[in-house]
């Protein structure tokens, strides 16, 4: 079983919709939890982070943690085309300074 | 510059050759990051410099593998005798310290030919 789940995609929406993307890990060490967008030949770029479960928003984007479950969810609210990309979740261990990604997930926006 | 600096962005080599990859980190990040990503893959974990020593090697694949921090700063990852499985996107992050956000740079493409 791989440490961190995701579903790859594509997905594809229309713009104005509500987004939801959605990664489950095995390793219940992971404490940090993060999200990564990464546009086609682009390094990851930071959106979000955080390291306890429940909600935190970011204008647009809300992060939720599940630390029970095992589940972390993004959510980008009034999508636009511009939001077309991979969007990788990332964990890591308190202390262990390593990433663990999900393979991405390709989204497109329709306009 | 304000972000984490790679360079080349893209390298064609090849087979059997050496290469270099340099990163520049965000200034006063102590904490430096290389990943490798495959098409279609998330980034996979190469190693971690704390300063400049190798805090966590563990992700280096072989010993055809080999990077260096010499003065906590610029770091170098370099790949001897090539073959055509090392092309991939080759990625370096930083940080501020332990435990905080990494920030990435944008990456230099490797093809093996």
């Known amino acids: 079983q791989k440490e961190v789940e995701q579903d790859p995609g594509p997905l594809s929406v229309p713009e104005g919709a509500i987004v939801s993307l959605n990664c489950t890990y095995s390793?219940?060490?992971?404490?940090?939890f993060m999200w990564y967008r990464q546009y086609s030949r682009k390094g990851p770029e930071l959106l979000m982070y955080t390291y306890s479960s429940g909600n935190k928003e970011d204008g647009r984007f809300t992060a939720q943690v599940d630390k029970s479950s095992k589940y972390i969810s993004l959510f980008i609210r009034d999508s636009q085309p511009s939001d077309s990309a991979t969007y990788l979740c990332?964990?890591?261990?308190?202390?262990?300074?390593?990433?663990?990604f999900g393979q991405g997930t390709r989204l497109t926006i329709n306009p | 510059g304000a972000g984490v600096s790679q360079t080349p962005s893209n390298k064609v080599t090849e087979k059997g050759k050496y290469v270099e990859l340099r990163c520049d980190p965000i200034?006063?990040?102590?904490?430096l990051y290389w990943y490798r990503q495959s098409l279609g893959q998330g980034p996979e974990f190469l190693i971690y410099?704390?300063?400049?020593?190798?805090?966590?090697d563990s992700g280096l694949p072989n010993d055809r593998f080999f990077a260096v921090r010499p003065e906590g700063s610029v770091s170098t990852l370099k790949i001897q005798r090539t073959e055509r499985g090392d092309s991939a996107m080759y990625l370096c992050?930083?940080?501020?310290?332990?435990?905080?956000?990494?920030?990435f740079g944008q990456g230099t493409r490797l093809t093996v030919v």
């Open positions: 200034s006063g990040h102590t904490a």
């Open positions: 992050a930083s940080s501020p310290s332990r435990d905080t956000e990494a920030f």
């Open positions: 410099f704390q300063g400049t020593g190798a805090a966590d």
């Open positions: 990332a964990y890591t261990i308190q202390g262990a300074q390593k990433l663990v």
């Open positions: 390793n219940s060490a992971f404490q940090y």
